[in-house]
């Protein structure tokens, strides 16, 4: 099993370019999640998917549209990337969207906006 | 949402027992405690959780105070492969990821 995989690992936009963050699972869990992590930070929640055809925003969501495309895959859209979204960003899935369940993690894209 | 507070860092040396401590005094009653770390340049990656009673797995173990407002993450012998920042997380809902406590291991 591969568990999370994202795509791509690496990416430089200029301001203003869009661009889609792809996140997909074979766990056949039911929950996904966005996260970023600026360099000497914690994780933040972007958005997040408990079931297929839900998504729900976090703690920062600006500047970002998600899409849970089926079960195992769950998109992240920069529209107009800013340099203040240069950051890792992390997929996770978990079995179940509460905390009785451990989130397994991708491998993360590290952006880079000019 | 249950603050927690960490060490921002901690050192061990290697093949000895290390003890990662966190607080999370508003923690509420139906709060899971939830360990993960982080090597360097990777995802995070689960640990254990708990709820009440003291937890044990193949990577660790997990000590919850007896009022919850406290645990302890046990590394019963570091390697240099455990080297990591391990965050503590107590939350309903959804995990957020705080500061954490950056390990050194020390050969």
């Known amino acids: 099993n591969a568990g999370v995989t994202q795509t791509p690992k690496f990416q430089v936009l200029k301001t203003g370019q869009s661009m889609t963050l792809q996140c997909a699972q074979d766990?056949?869990?039911?929950?996904m999640y966005w996260y970023r992590q600026d360099p000497g930070m914690g994780l933040r929640l972007i958005y997040y998917?408990?079931?297929?055809?839900?998504?729900d925003k976090g703690e920062v969501p600006n500047g970002y549209n998600v899409s849970r495309l089926n079960k195992r895959e769950f998109s992240l859209r920069l529209e107009s990337a800013a340099p203040s979204q240069t950051s890792v960003y992390f997929c996770?899935?978990?079995?179940?969207?509460?905390?009785?369940?451990?989130?397994?993690f991708g491998p993360g894209t590290r952006l880079t906006v000019t | 949402d249950a603050k927690t507070t960490q060490p921002n860092s901690m050192e061990s040396n290697e093949e000895e027992p290390v003890h990662l401590p966190c607080n999370h005094s508003?923690?509420?009653?139906?709060?899971?405690i939830h360990w993960y770390r982080q090597l360097p340049s990777q995802g995070p990656e689960y640990v254990i959780h708990?709820?009440?009673s003291n937890v044990n797995n193949r990577m660790a173990s997990l000590a919850i105070a007896e009022d919850r407002k406290s645990s302890t993450l046990i590394l019963h012998r570091a390697t240099l492969r455990d080297a990591a920042v391990y965050y503590c997380?107590?939350?309903?809902?959804?995990?957020?990821f705080g500061q954490g406590t950056t390990l050194q291991v020390k050969p």
């Open positions: 997380n107590v939350l309903t809902g959804k995990l957020i």
């Open positions: 998917s408990a079931s297929e055809g839900t998504t």
């Open positions: 708990g709820l009440t």
């Open positions: 996770a899935s978990s079995a179940g969207g509460s905390l009785t369940y451990e989130q397994y």
């Open positions: 508003t923690i509420s009653g139906t709060d899971y």
């Open positions: 766990m056949n869990h039911n929950s």
